[in-house]
């Protein structure tokens, strides 16, 4: 599973793959496969977040539950999908807040977050896979220790970074990081069943960037391309 990994997560993860806990996953994993099930995302992008955003470059992460569990969905980047998809709920309350928080931010056509990826911002699921049209089926199955020691990497090796937090879930998390060496910013999950209860008007997106120029580090360009 570890083949592909980017060298820097790599090197801080290797050791996970030899443990119970992965191995029994892989064994899930594969059990999955042979009773005929389709799991997302494909087997290439599991772990598209840490490679698309190598470990020296993080400087947000923003947590995310489940993959998508709809067709040609999930890609391996929280909250995101692959052009000409349609853009999720949640996604769409996203652009929403981002329109009246980044000065200039015109939501796009699409819901592809790569570019806020390849710029250091982890888009990250505690759950790496689901079966499709059966959202958290593949919760509690090992996948939550494996983001967790994700968590705790960056909060022990790095500095500075902001980690927003959504939803009740994610906000879980806080209990490991190190919050007097990073920043923690927590909100209502972006859903249109909580957004109204505290994410929209929580400027999440220029607070994060303002901690970044605070700490000598470049500010992410939320804008997107059509």
Known sequence: MSAALEPGWLAVLNDEFEKDYMKSLKAFLQEEKQKGHNVYPK????????????????????????????????????????????????????????????????????????????????????????????????QNRGWEIFTDEIIKSLSDKKEHIVFLLWGKYAQQKASIIDQKKHYVLTAAHPSPFSAYNGFFGSKHFSKANQLLVQNNLTPIDWKLQA
């Open 43 to 138: 087997g290439a992008d599991i772990f598209n977040a840490l490679n698309t955003t190598p470990f020296d470059k993080v400087k947000i992460v923003i947590l995310g539950q489940d993959p998508y569990h709809g067709i040609g969905q999930a890609h391996g980047l929280s909250f995101s999908v692959q052009k000409g998809v349609a853009i999720p709920p949640s996604l769409k309350n996203i652009y929403k807040e981002l329109e009246t928080d980044i000065d200039g931010f015109k939501t796009p056509n699409h819901g592809h977050l790569i570019n806020w990826a390849e710029q250091g911002v982890l888009l990250l699921n505690a759950t790496l896979t689901v079966r499709a049209s059966e959202a958290g089926s593949h």
